[in-house]
């Protein structure tokens, strides 16, 4: 088992970049599928970007490729997400999430642990 903490959220314009953090306690997250979901109000929860702790192996939506990075810091047992070129449609609550290693990386249902999660807001 495991807790996750995010952090890092915040206020920024269009265009710009935030990174968002999130720390594991318990089981370091290298023995974990670790993702990163996103729900803006009204809407349903989504996928956003994953890593394979085993083999850093990562997984991105087709909304964020190319705009946003997942790794992790081994040391510090933190998983983070580089945020570039952000756009207001990225506004939402950012959820970090901890899962069997070998399930789906997409699914919701693969990930067992949950964070708070932490607030973006992109303004225009």
């Known amino acids: 088992q495991v807790q996750l903490v995010e952090s890092g959220g915040g206020l920024v314009q269009t265009g710009g970049s935030l990174r968002v953090s999130c720390a594991a306690s318990?089981?370091?997250?290298?023995?974990?599928?670790m993702g990163w979901f996103r729900q803006a109000p009204g809407k349903e929860r989504e996928f956003v970007a994953a890593?394979?702790?085993?083999?850093?192996?990562?997984y991105y939506a087709d909304s964020v490729k190319g705009r946003f990075t997942i790794s992790g810091d081994n040391a510090k047992n933190t998983i983070y997400l580089q945020m570039n070129s952000l756009k207001p449609e990225d506004t939402a609550v950012y959820y970090c999430?901890?899962?069997?290693?070998?399930?789906?990386?997409?699914?919701?249902?693969?990930?067992?642990?949950w964070g708070q999660g932490t607030q973006v807001t992109v303004s225009s």
């Open positions: 318990g089981r370091t997250f290298t023995g974990y599928m």
């Open positions: 999430a901890a899962g069997g290693i070998f399930r789906s990386s997409r699914a919701m249902g693969s990930y067992d642990y």
């Open positions: 890593i394979r702790g085993s083999n850093e192996v990562t």
